[in-house]
């Protein structure tokens, strides 16, 4: 099948509606693609949609494995954001979960109890007006209540009840409804980062762990193997658990910058869309058209306007059993998700900046 002419295989997605309006906020030219939505997986896997939809869009939505509804075993679910009458738009909240594996995620006759649990817990959201994106990452190790378990690490909602149970888990903890859900696992991103030739990181000096030196300061190309061990380190870093969420973080920012930086090497970009694909799984409601209106709506977004953060967090604890623990700071943490669940969430991020986990420039 024939590609599109254009050089730019993200140009598809204009081909049959209006020219791009442009913003004076911002320089059209100078203003990064939506592939950088909201810097994490989600639009990634949106970008690879939409990018490519005119000419083999049945392909990449054959490749993603679809969990059908995980939402309709979810109750008591918290209110949409009020309707904003000046904005066109809804706002979108995804929960992606960076799992040890998704086999079986789609199928529940293959679900076993205890066989997966999630590395990376990200609650990703895009505001009505699209004119910026919040990516919260959840510590694996949180101390929540997961209904019908008592308290447990977060992580283990998925483990207990796929799905649908992390969904209502997250959705009681804060308050924000979750429009969509998506798994990957982090064996895929090395696919994802080869398919790309490698992504460059910085590391500001060297990490060890006093005998060894596993990534000397320097910038760094990674195969993705090498960012795989670099997502996954803990010893060495000064904020353990803290910094290896920092570090995903930034995995995935590299990876936004890297295709940002070649979305006109149309090889490069097939090659890493397809990799995309394969690589998730998504409720059935995420679907092309979804994520073509979604790519549509938010396309003048650049990188510098998504903000990744850590859920607020008084650091670590230990449980009434023993077990060593996350302990989310509920005086920071609550008023967050009440800003996301408004739709408020820019506002608030930029007056409570100081007082908030963000992510820096450069990581450890």
Known sequence: MTPPSSSDPLAALTADGPSPRRHARRDRSSTTRALAVVGVLVLLLAAAGVGFALWFQNQLNANVERLGDPFAGVSDRPDPAPDDPDEPNEPVNFLVLGSDSRISAGDPSQWEAGAQRTDAIMLVH???????????????????????????????????????????????LTGVRIDHFIVTDFESFTAMTDALGGVRIRVPEDVGDGDKVFFEAGEHVMSGEEALAYARQ???????????????????????????NNRNNVPMMTSFFETVSKSVAADDAFTMDRMRNLYMSARELSTN????????????????????????????????????????????????????????????
């Open 126 to 172: 895009l505001p009505a007006d699209r004119a910026s994106a919040q990516v919260v990452s959840i510590p694996r190790d949180a101390w929540v209540p997961i209904p019908g378990h008592g308290e447990n690490k977060i992580n283990a909602a998925y483990s207990f009840g796929g799905p649908s149970l992390m969904i209502q888990t997250v959705e009681g």
């Open 234 to 260: 803990r010893y060495g870093l000064s904020n353990g658990d803290f910094g290896r969420v920092q570090r995903q973080q930034n995995w995935m920012r590299s990876i936004l910058a890297k295709v940002n």
């Open 305 to 364: 306007d998504v903000t990744f953060m850590t859920a607020p967090h008084s650091g670590t604890g230990r449980s009434a059993d023993g077990q060593s623990i996350v302990v989310l700071d509920r005086e920071r943490f609550d008023p967050l998700m009440a800003a996301i669940a408004a739709d408020e969430a820019a506002a608030y991020v930029e007056a409570n900046a100081e007082a908030l986990d963000l992510l820096p420039a450069t990581v450890k």
